[in-house]
Each structure stands twice: as C-alpha cells, then as structure tokens.
C-alpha cells in the first residue's frame, strides 16, 4: 500500500504517488469515463488517492471530463484529495476573444478561475491550488490576495506554487496568511535541475515536499532515440535482478523519491497495467551507488 505522506508541517497529507491527469483526453481508447473509472479505483486500491489536474488540461476539459467521473460515484470525490491549477490563458475554441496566450494570476483571475474548477470537478472545495506559473505581470501582494480570500473561505484547503524558481517562491509566501504548501517542478532522471538550481534545497529547508512532474520525461525515458535512455535501459538492466525485477521506470520513480526533500512523482499514464505497476517503486530504496549509477548513465559522465 502506497504511504501517505504531510507535503508540509501543517499541510495536507498526501499519498506518496500521485496521478496525474494532463493526458486524460489524449489518447481515444482511454478517454472515456469507464475507463477512467478502472483507473481511479486501482489507484484507491494502491493508495495513490491524489490526483493531479489543472485548469488547462486538455484545453480546459480535462477538470470537467474528470468531475463528471467522479459524479458516476457518490462519495468518489471525498476518497481522493484534489489538486488544481490556475493561471495559464490560451487562445482556444472555447475563448476566441484571446489572441495571445499568457499568464493571469490576477487575485479576480485566481478566484474566477478557481471558482470555476470547483463547478466543474462538481465539488465544494479543493485540497490545493497551485499558481500554475510564475505571472511575470502580477505583483506577489496581488496574487497572494487571491489565494488568501479563497482560503479564508474555505473554497480551497492549502495553496502552492508550480515552476517557481527560489526567489518567486520566497516572495510569494512571504504574503501569505498560510505559508505555501509545495513547488510543483519539473524533475526526473532527464531533468536534474531542481537539484541544481536550489529548488530542492529550498523545500528542504521550509520542510515542504515538492511535486514532481513528467517524472518519465514524458515518455523520453523509455525512448530509444534518446542517447541517455539507452544509457539509463542498460542500467536499468544491470539493477533490475537487485531491485527484485525492478522496471527503468520503477527504477525512475524511485530515483525520484531517493532525494531527501522527498518528492512526490506525479504518475501520467493511462495505461492500467502501467499504472498499477508504478506502486512497486515506492517499495525500492535504492542504495546510493545505484542512486549515483542511475545520475551518472543519465549524464553520460561520472560526478565531477
Ligand atoms: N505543473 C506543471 O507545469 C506540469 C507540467 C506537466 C505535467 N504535470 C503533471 O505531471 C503529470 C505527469 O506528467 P507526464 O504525463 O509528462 O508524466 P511522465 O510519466 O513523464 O510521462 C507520461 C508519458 O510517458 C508514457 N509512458 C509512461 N510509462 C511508460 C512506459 N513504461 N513506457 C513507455 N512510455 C511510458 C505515457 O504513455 P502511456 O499513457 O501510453 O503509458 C505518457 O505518454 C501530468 O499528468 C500532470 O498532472 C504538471
């Protein structure tokens, strides 16, 4: 059973794994509430009961195709926490009127856009929004006024931020009422950089946990014209017997979890079989020359 886990002091608890829903409606076989359903009920019988989502997901359908599931199932909404995201405009059939696309994180923007979520996923309250990235336009004191009235109403339970680099995410919760929650980044054997660019380090030290997205680099793991993930199979290959048949995208996730601020991979297939297999890897703790043996068939060079 996957193990929860407090992504801050006083934040939520959340599971170690996290499902994904940015892909919901790419792929026609599986973009239908019955399938959909198979899938939210492995993840219960997992324990992976986050889900993932975001305003612009599916060219702003994906929350609706999502809500409507959970409606299918009295009671289905309440076993699961749910994360959204707002911020991000692009031009699309739905809103002709936008030419440009763009951030908002206006404080009406933030609370129009959150309001809407709560419409669509059919529920009362969010269990975290995320500013979904940095709106170079809007002031931190603007933004934060948007996510502070949303928690004071109760319409969201915690807030936090995605893509932020150390200084937005300091400026940003130095106007909170509550301190922001998580980073949401971008962070997988193919994308070191939270490692690098402080980001990791700043979670650590606020005790928060961040969330890890495309922790397959989209797929880019497992593709044999990427030289590292030749690199990384090879690997994997060599582990697999140790790891107790371990799989490069087990392996991956684990990679992830190893870090000490403790990530949350977000899982994005939708795939059942796939899906259900990712649970193995919160069980691999992986012994540190392995964890460096994987950075360094990633990097294609030994540590300098
Ligand atoms: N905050 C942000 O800005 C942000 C940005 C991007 C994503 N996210 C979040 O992160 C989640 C995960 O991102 P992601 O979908 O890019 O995750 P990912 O795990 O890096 O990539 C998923 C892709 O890899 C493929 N895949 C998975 N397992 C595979 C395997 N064993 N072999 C070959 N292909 C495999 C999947 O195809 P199949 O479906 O066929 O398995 C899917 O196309 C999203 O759903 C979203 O919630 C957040």
Redesign the pocket.
Known sequence: MISRVSLSPNGPAFSRLVY????FL??ATTSNSADLLKRLHACLDLGITTL???EI?GLYRVEEFLGQTLRLEPGLREKFEIVT?SGIYVPCDFHPDRKVAHYNTTAARIVKSAEKSLRLLGTDYIDLL?V??PDWLTSADETAEGLNKLLKEGKIRSAGV??YNVHQFDLLNSRMDQPLVTN?I?F?LLHMDPIYDGTADQCQKLRIKPMA???????A??DPAVPAAGRLKAKAQELSAKYGGA???QLAYAWIMAHPSQPLP??????LE?LIATAKSADIVLEREDWYGLWEAAQGCSIP
């Open positions: 994904g829903t940015w892909r790419d792929d993932d989502t975001a997901y995201k995320l979904h990235r995605s893509n949401q971008e997988s997205w495309s922790p397959l680099a989209k797929g793991l497992m799989t490069l995208d977000i899982i994005g297939t939708n795939k796939r």
